[in-house]
């Protein structure tokens, strides 16, 4: 089955950028989706097939794919951004899989 | 704005059926090509994608490490859409999820999802 790796959390001060990484085999040549999911809540949809944002999500959010490392960036961070974030791929072998988590922290 | 909710029982004693049934507003399930999905996430733990019907089409889909245990179909004059777990253990104690997935170019993504419900295995 497909594996990607996360950090298990991330740092960041207000204001300043959190770069948070889905690390798998060949990952460039899949479609990554990103999902924020804050404490009691359904995720949410932040960034699908790599780099496109769904209608609401602000602009901080934004996503890119190469080679064996795909990455979430949130520009600008707030308070609000605090959450668990996943990566997920579509595999033709493992169907849907998703990454264990990043939890990001607003210092 | 599809909404979706989930509903069942929040406790299920161990080795009988988990049953979870998923109501679609504000979209149809019989239309669209949409992926009406189950996910999972234990306590404290990430998510597993556990299955979706493409009603549309006729086709579902199974992750492997439960596929013999699963079952999920569309009921769509109630328009909604349920999950069976057979043989429950404490491993399936979860909040379960229902998702609206949508099928890109060799991939899905889930953009609508219910608010998820506790389900405990007791034994």
């Known amino acids: 089955s497909y594996v990607m790796t996360q950090p298990p959390s991330v740092s960041v001060a207000p204001g300043q950028t959190a770069t948070i990484t889905c690390g798998g085999i060949?990952?460039?040549?899949?479609?990554v989706h990103w999902y924020q999911q804050k404490p009691g809540q359904a995720p949410v949809l932040v960034v699908y097939?790599?780099?496109d944002r769904p209608s609401g999500i602000p602009e901080r959010f934004s996503g890119s794919n190469s080679g064996n490392t795909a990455t979430l960036t949130i520009s600008r961070v707030e308070a609000g951004d605090e959450a668990e974030y996943y990566c997920?791929?579509?595999?033709?072998?493992?169907?849907?899989?998703f990454g264990p988590g990043t939890r990001v922290t607003v210092l | 704005q599809v909404q979706l909710q989930e509903s069942g029982p929040g406790l299920v004693k161990a080795s009988q059926t988990l049953s979870l049934t998923c109501a679609v507003s504000?979209?149809?399930?019989?239309?669209?090509?949409?992926?009406w999905t189950w996910i999972r996430q234990p306590p404290g733990k990430g998510l597993e994608w556990i299955g979706y019907?493409?009603?549309?089409?006729?086709?579902?889909y199974y992750n492997p490490s439960l596929k013999s245990r699963v079952t999920i179909s569309v009921d769509a004059s109630k328009n909604q859409f349920s999950l069976k777990l057979t043989s429950v253990t404490a491993a399936d104690t979860a909040v379960y999820y229902c998702?609206?997935?949508?099928?890109?170019?060799?991939?899905?993504?889930?953009?609508?999802w219910g608010q998820g419900t506790l389900v405990s295995v007791s034994s």
């Open positions: 998702a609206r997935g949508l099928w890109s170019i060799n991939t899905a993504y889930f953009q609508h």
């Open positions: 504000g979209g149809s399930v019989n239309g669209g090509d949409h992926y």
């Open positions: 019907i493409y009603y549309s089409g006729g086709n579902i």
């Open positions: 060949n990952i460039g040549r899949k479609s």
């Open positions: 097939d790599d780099s």
């Open positions: 997920q791929v579509w595999d033709s072998d493992s169907d849907n899989v």
